[in-house]
């Protein structure tokens, strides 16, 4: 052990930040937990993302800046997406335990953005044990798909993404929508 502290091996991941304001393009630094682990590790409120490139919400396609490293408030990320499934680390940790799952196509909003995907659950799906209990704030999402309320061009198709549960308007199951004719 050296005076920084215990070595663990680590890589560099692709990733999509969203905050109320900005997209933010980069990499971050994952243990072999995944990203998972990081968001939603109690202990610190802070990302580093590194080779950041930055747009603003309404001009989605419009670089504005690009930094060697950025520092995000977890707090204010409303969701990040994924270029793959694997990088949100072990599925035991994604799932909160090896168990059996059930698929539910679900439709989310929060004041900025739509998401749109699969919420892999254990047993019958219950809104508030999804929503309060627990400890982590980033719930992942499969075969998702990410808009911008007030910018329909800003569309990101993703594996997964990871929404911050305390920004959620609403959660609706896909298969409770009524049709009208």
Not at 32 to 47: E, H, K, Q, R, V
Not at 98 to 123: D, K, M, Q
Not at 136 to 155: G, H, M, Q, W
Request: aromatic share 8%.
């Amino acid at each position: 052990m050296n005076a920084e502290g215990p070595t663990s091996t680590n890589r560099l991941i692709s990733a999509d930040f969203f905050t109320p304001s900005y997209r933010v393009v980069g990499k971050i630094s994952v243990p072999n937990t995944g990203l998972m682990a990081i968001l939603n590790d109690p202990l610190n409120s802070f990302l580093e993302i590194i080779d950041a490139r930055m747009a603003r919400l309404h001009m989605p396609t419009k670089l504005v800046d690009h930094y060697q490293s950025v520092r995000l408030v977890k707090a204010q990320i409303f969701a990040v997406c994924l270029a793959r499934r694997e990088d949100l680390g072990p599925q035991a940790l994604a799932r909160g335990g090896y168990v059996r799952t059930a698929e539910y196509p679900v439709h989310i909003t929060t004041p900025i953005y739509e998401l749109n995907g699969v919420v892999e659950w254990s047993g019958r799906f219950e809104f508030s044990v999804i929503m309060v209990e627990g400890v982590r704030d980033f719930v992942p999402i499969y075969n998702s798909l990410l808009t911008a309320i007030l910018i329909p061009a800003l569309k990101v198709d993703s594996p997964a993404i990871l929404f911050n549960r305390k920004h959620i308007d609403l959660l609706a199951l896909k298969n409770q929508r009524i049709d009208e004719a």
